[in-house]
């Protein structure tokens, strides 16, 4: 089934014009990777669907239902979750607390004992404040408080970014088991070698629009045009 569908997406920041006609499609369970370059409107994309950016215009359909007229402040309850590349970790509060801060808003959200059993680093530090986390712990946790919720899309924004490699293959390790529990994921990343290990599908984008989608197993195929756009 079909659980995410964009069609001809336009938005803006202010008079910039970011998006121009994004179209794409998540099935129930799948993790699609969007690739681009900086810039390209690839996190403009995940605020644009969840809502955090208002001046748009096309259709969002989540699990059916039309998205555009939901206001910012129920579209986590539609079930979709956004983890931003910021993380948004509470500084002065633990671990567990920032965990516990959301609000559970639909049935199917891990329990926290699930939670430290996918991220036994994270049950370790449970009493850490925020500010001693590294950055690995830190995007462990955004993730986390995500999946407590109970939401069935993770919009996840460029979660390996200036991470060590050792933390990049356990975030690599947690998405798969996450698409092996039947999450959804709409993942945006510059690691194509990491993305490729976790992504059914992928999405490429080039100054505001989607320029080719192919499922994994044609990356070998697609890789020069991959090296022409994302200039690698």
């Not at 669907?49 to 096309?58: A, S």
């Not at 993380?87 to 049935?107: C, D, H, Q, W, Y």
Request: with cysteine; glycine share 12%.
């Amino acid at each position: 089934m079909t659980l995410l569908e964009v069609n001809g997406l336009h938005a803006w920041y202010g008079e910039s014009h970011i998006l121009h006609g994004v179209d794409l499609f998540v099935e129930e369970g799948e993790t699609i990777c969007i690739l681009g370059r900086n810039g390209m409107g690839k996190t403009t994309t995940l605020r644009t669907i969840m809502g955090i950016l208002r001046k748009r215009t096309g259709a969002i359909r989540f699990a059916g239902k039309d998205m555009m007229g939901v206001p910012l402040h129920r579209t986590a309850r539609e079930g979709l979750g956004f983890v931003p590349e910021e993380r948004g970790i509470f500084a002065t509060l633990s671990v567990e607390e920032n965990l516990m801060l959301p609000p559970v808003v639909a049935k199917g959200g891990m329990s926290v004992g699930e939670i430290y059993e996918l991220f036994p680093n994270l049950k370790e530090r449970r009493s850490s404040p925020g500010t001693k986390l590294s950055g690995g712990e830190q995007q462990m946790l955004a993730m986390a408080r995500i999946l407590r919720t109970g939401a069935r899309c993770l919009l996840l924004d460029e979660p390996t970014e200036g991470l060590a490699p050792v933390i990049i293959q356990r975030i690599g390790e947690v998405l798969i088991e996450l698409r092996d529990r039947g999450m959804t994921v709409v993942l945006v990343e510059q690691n194509f070698r990491f993305a490729s290990k976790v992504a059914d599908r992928f999405y490429l984008m080039d100054h505001g629009q989607m320029v080719a989608d192919f499922p994994v197993e044609e990356l070998p195929a697609n890789m020069p045009m991959l090296n022409s756009v994302l200039g690698v």
